[in-house]
Structures are given as structure tokens and as C-alpha cells.
């Protein structure tokens, strides 16, 4: 995600780093190229005059862009979910810290000790890595990305490699613990519904994420979109030559850079999980989730947050 105050001046134009162009640079230029062409050849077509004017442009532009925001504004709302999901999981798992550690006990009278904080320590630490291995399921990643091996034990490590869900898994893994804290009578049963609550919500999040990852905007409305974009950008210098003449490819640069910044800033968005300039930042919510849990834990070297890196925050 870039993370900049707006520029002012003449830099406005200049800014590269986290603008649309690097994806379209090449059609645009393509487009600016043909729209040369035409106006050098007077809009003439191996002899034959290409014979348009500018009021099918009209009719058809207005009607794209009103489409093109439409879709714009579907993809933005899938962002903005995936935002507010990811800062609900934040939300939660400090709530999970919280009640793990003034709920959860020590092992009760009868029942065999346990080490002081063992299965605190456990939950807590499984929540980084519940939360890194949602990152990668998100982003198609390997699920041990990024999962530190002190996080989890050996085996539970070696399952979730394993698995085809490693959240889900690790959520299982949580559920377990917290219901073997109930039988030994370390977590009042009432209290521990707050806590199976907490998990429950998690494991929601975790379910939305993958609706909006696994259900993408309709391909053939996509492709509608994309198809008279180009159409009409491409025919565009037909239209225009005879009217701004030697300002042709301006013009059509300026209208080309719009539409095709629209179009590839909507295929950008409807995806808000991936590694791109304009995605949302999980790197540095999980390293946020990691400090919180630490912090919890009475960690005193702590990882420092994530900081953008020319103006990208991962």
C-alpha cells in the first residue's frame, strides 16, 4: 500500500512510484503511436479515408466511464472489506491475548501441573501464526512462509505444512486447547465461551477473506469493459484528426491514460490480498498482531513495526 502525502506542484506529474502508469505504459504508448500515425497520414487507411466523427465518441464515452466507475467502486468495496477484515482480525487477537491471559489459570487442585503459562504461551503464539499463514493462503504463498519455527511445536508445525487449511487448522488446534483448559478446570466454562467467541470470530474472518479472494468480479462484464476501452481508444484519432488536427496524439493520450487507468486500476483493486504497490499492507498487520502477542507475553525484545519502503508498506 503506498503511504505518502499527496505531492503538490509540478512533482503531481512526476510521481512514479505507486502510480497506475507502470501498468500501462506500453498500450498507452501504442495508442499515442497509431494516433501519430494518423495525424501525419491525415486519418488515411492504405489510401482510403477512415471517414468518423466525433459523435459516436460521444455517445460511447460518457456511457464507459459511468461504467468503468461502477466497476471501479465494486472493486474499491471489496478492498475496503478486506481492510476492515484484517483490522477486525487485529482487534481480535489482542482480545485473545487479553483473555487468555487474565482467564486462563494455572492447573487446577487434581489435575496433573502444568508449566505457569504454558498454554497461554501456546495460544498466543499460535495466534502470529494463524494470522502469517491467512497471509500466505491469501497470496498464494507457501503456508510456512514468514512462520517462525519458535511459534509452533514441531509436529503441529509439520501438520500445517501439510494441510490444506492451514488456518483452519491451527483454529482447530486453539479450540483444543481451550477445551482441554475447561476440563481441567483452569478457565470457568462461562468465561470460556468469551474465548470461543473471540476463536469463532477469527475463523470468520478468515472464511471472508477467501469468499473475496475465490469470488472475483464477473469475468464477462471484465471483459466488456476492457474490449470498448480499447476500441474506442484505438479508434479515437479517427474521430478527433479533423477537428484538432497536430493535437491529435494529446488529446487522445490524455483520453487513452484515463481509460486504460481506470480499467487496469479496477483489475488492481478487485484483488486487495496481493504483493502490489496499491494492495493491502498483511505484512505489516501480522508484524502488528506479532507485537501486540509478544507484548502480551511480557516479550521485551520486541520486532519493530514494518515502515514503508519508498513510499510502499507491505
Known amino acids: 500500500m503506498i503511504v505518502r ?3 503538490s506542484g509540478l512533482r503531481l506529474f512526476l510521481v512514479l512510484r505507486g502510480s497506475i502508469l507502470s501498468r500501462i505504459w506500453r498500450v498507452l504508448l501504442v495508442n499515442v503511436l497509431l494516433a501519430l500515425a494518423v495525424t501525419v497520414t491525415h486519418g488515411a487507411f492504405f489510401r482510403h479515408k477512415v471517414a468518423l466523427t466525433a459523435i459516436p465518441f460521444t455517445l460511447i464515452g460518457l456511457p464507459l466511464a459511468i461504467f468503468l466507475g461502477f466497476r471501479n467502486t465494486a472493486a474499491y468495496d471489496r478492498f475496503w472489506e478486506g481492510r476492515k477484515l484484517w483490522g477486525e482480525l487485529v482487534v481480535r487477537s489482542q482480545d485473545l491475548a487479553r483473555q487468555c491471559m487474565s482467564l486462563i489459570g494455572d492447573a487446577a487442585p487434581g489435575h496433573a501441573p502444568a508449566a505457569p503459562g ?7 503464539l499460535r495466534t502470529i501464526a ?7 493462503r491469501l497470496r498464494g504463498s507457501q503456508a510456512g512462509t514468514g512462520i517462525d519455527a519458535a511459534w509452533l511445536a514441531p509436529a503441529e508445525r509439520d501438520a500445517m505444512l501439510a494441510s490444506t487449511n492451514a488456518p483452519a487448522l491451527l483454529m482447530m488446534r486453539m479450540g483444543e486447547d481451550l477445551g482441554q483448559c475447561v476440563r481441567q478446570q483452569r478457565v470457568d466454562p462461562c468465561l470460556a465461551v468469551a474465548i470461543d467467541n473471540t476463536l469463532s470470530a477469527m475463523t470468520s474472518t478468515a472464511v471472508a477473506c477467501d469468499r473475496i479472494r475465490n469470488t472475483p468480479i464477473p469475468f464477462s462484464y471484465t471483459l466488456l469493459l476492457h474490449r470498448t476501452a480499447y476500441l474506442y481508444c484505438f479508434l479515437l484519432p479517427f474521430g478527433l484528426v479533423d477537428t484538432t488536427g497536430f493535437l491529435t496524439p494529446i488529446v487522445v493520450g490524455l483520453v487513452a491514460y484515463t481509460f486504460f487507468g481506470l480499467d487496469a486500476l479496477g483489475d488492481e483493486l478487485e484483488e486487495p490480498f496481493g504483493t502490489s504497490p ?6 505489516a498487520m501480522c508484524r502488528a498482531i506479532e507485537i501486540a502477542m509478544k507484548e502480551a ?4 525484545d520486541l520486532p519493530p513495526p514494518l515502515a514503508p519502503v519508498d513510499y510502499c508498506l507491505l
Open 278 to 283: 496499491n494492495d493491502l499492507p498483511l505484512d
Open 297 to 300: 507475553l511480557g516479550e521485551t
Open 5 to 7: 502525502d499527496r505531492p
Open 130 to 136: 494463524f494470522a502469517c499463514a491467512l497471509r500466505n
Open 118 to 124: 504454558a498454554v497461554r504461551q501456546r495460544m498466543l
